[in-house]
């Protein structure tokens, strides 16, 4: 039995809130009873100890106490609170070729792209908080086909460490919380990737199918202002809501979320490493206890190159090594020249 002393000071909405949230995602996976003067999470899920559904339940309720809303949300009014750092930019990218008559030929295509990145950080006493936003879709059209998705990210992130004096100034306490999905369904246009045949092309991803959630408790050992690196403890769920999509993702037809616990390790690096050219570099590690002899790995890079004010060249890439997905490494990178704004 839980008996969290944060429910004392949360207003009786949220409360209501965090029930439909745990509520709905414990109806996934095995059954949850939510009382809040005194918390009991009991979870039936078939194939996990009773230890183990503990810390999906820790891990659960710590993505609920830490999420912006109920932090947001404190009766002291501290005017600390106030001092955000914030940003939030807007992209916009094109291309476009045309043909006619011309002899050394050539295909007709048309490509759009937007994005939008952002980040808030603020510092109260010992906690420091930085919450990420990254969205970016992007659609091309080459001579007669249909317009297809070229790119379709949504990526949050939410980061809470203590830092203090001593030993908590080198290896501060961290708990981090991360969703990665799309917005729009995906094709495949080459071949099929069902064990029946399915006609082409095939659809294999939509909105929250797959959507990925993570939470991670750890130390955080700041190696200097633009590196850091984080050990812990993780937990990670796998969502797929479209029933015939799941053998794509290692699910049963009627698994909906996959749960896995396990030990996780997160490196970043970011930094101006000429004169207008920004990296950003993260290398994240997952090891489930049930698999620790192939870890899932996500690497991604981000290279940005200002011209001016308004215009901004990006090179972008990724690996992803996921064994549930695919037994290969999976490869992305995106070139987009564009207007930006700065709306924060």
Not at 151 to 179: C, M, Q, W, Y
Request: some cysteine; hydrophobic content about 40%; aromatic content about 12%.
């Amino acid at each position: 039995m839980l008996v969290p002393r944060i429910f004392q000071r949360v207003r009786p909405g949220f409360k209501r809130r965090i029930h439909d949230v745990v509520g709905s995602f414990c109806g996934l996976q095995g059954a949850c009873e939510i009382g809040f003067d005194s918390i009991l999470v009991t979870m039936t899920a078939s194939g996990f100890s009773y230890m183990t559904q503990r810390v999906v339940g820790l891990l659960l309720l710590a993505t609920i106490f830490t999420t912006p809303v109920a932090l947001g949300q404190e009766a002291s009014g501290d005017a600390d609170d106030t001092r955000w750092t914030s940003t939030l930019v807007g992209k916009l990218a094109g291309s476009q070729a045309s043909f006619q008559n011309w002899a050394e030929g050539g295909v007709n295509t048309l490509a759009l792209s937007s994005g939008l990145d952002g980040r808030w950080e603020n510092t109260n006493g010992p906690w420091s908080r930085r919450y990420d936003l990254r969205l970016a879709y992007g659609l091309v059209k080459q001579d007669t086909s249909e317009f297809r998705k070229a790119e379709d990210v949504i990526r949050l992130t939410a980061t809470f460490k203590h830092v203090g004096d001593g030993t908590l100034g080198s290896f501060s306490p961290t708990v981090a919380l991360n969703v990665r999905s799309q917005f729009d369904s995906g094709y495949n246009f080459e071949k099929n990737q069902f064990a029946e045949a399915r006609p082409l092309p095939q659809k294999v991803s939509d909105f929250l199918s797959p959507g990925v959630f993570t939470q991670a408790i750890g130390l955080t050992y700041q190696h200097s202002e633009y590196l850091s690196q984080r050990f812990g403890v993780g937990g990670k769920q796998t969502v797929v809501l479209i029933d015939r999509l799941r053998e794509l993702y290692n699910l049963d037809l009627d698994q909906t979320v996959r749960v896995e616990i396990g030990l996780e390790a997160f490196t970043e690096f970011e930094k101006e490493i000429f004169t207008n050219v920004h990296m950003k570099s993260s290398l994240g590690l997952f090891a489930a206890f049930n698999k620790p002899e192939s870890p899932d790995l996500l690497w991604e890079n981000l290279v940005i190159m200002k011209v001016n004010s308004w215009l901004q060249f990006n090179v972008e890439w990724a690996v992803l090594q996921d064994d549930d997905v695919s037994k290969r490494f999976q490869f992305k990178e995106v070139f987009t020249v564009g207007v930006v704004y700065s709306f924060l």
